[in-house]
């Protein structure tokens, strides 16, 4: 089993940045995918970026497109979700999970960290 730990939330106004990251234990980090998701108060989990062992593949929500970026350095076992131009719908608790195959869909997912607050005001 992987140990997934995220880090990196806060407080902050629209426009303004933030980069979350998610260390995992473990010697195998780059054999699986990592994905980020979030979720808001009274909705669904919801995919919003992932990444593959290599980082030869990242996918997109269509809602981050544009603003979020989603890297991994593998020597230090972790990823990273750069988000830019944050707005205050992107409010959420933002968790990491591996995959064995890059994917969108939560049900590929598994190791869930704790998650970090990201709170955006207007």
């Known amino acids: 089993q992987v140990q997934l730990v995220e880090s990196g939330g806060g407080l902050l106004h629209a426009g303004g940045s933030l980069r979350l990251s998610c260390a995992a234990s473990?010697?195998?980090?780059?054999?699986?995918?990592i994905g980020w998701f979030r979720q808001a108060p009274g909705k669904e989990r919801e995919f919003v970026a992932a990444?593959?062992?290599?980082?030869?593949?990242?996918y997109y929500a269509d809602s981050v497109k544009g603003r979020f970026t989603i890297s991994r350095d593998n020597a230090k076992n972790t990823v990273y979700l750069q988000m830019n131009s944050l707005k205050p719908e992107d409010t959420a608790v933002y968790s990491c999970?591996?995959?064995?195959?890059?994917?969108?869909?939560?049900?590929?997912?598994?190791?869930w960290g704790q998650g970090t607050q990201v709170t955006v005001s207007s």
């Open positions: 999970a591996r995959s064995w195959i890059i994917s969108t869909k939560i049900q590929e997912y598994a190791d």
């Open positions: 473990g010697r195998t980090f780059s054999n699986y995918a």
């Open positions: 990444i593959s062992g290599n980082s030869g593949s990242t």
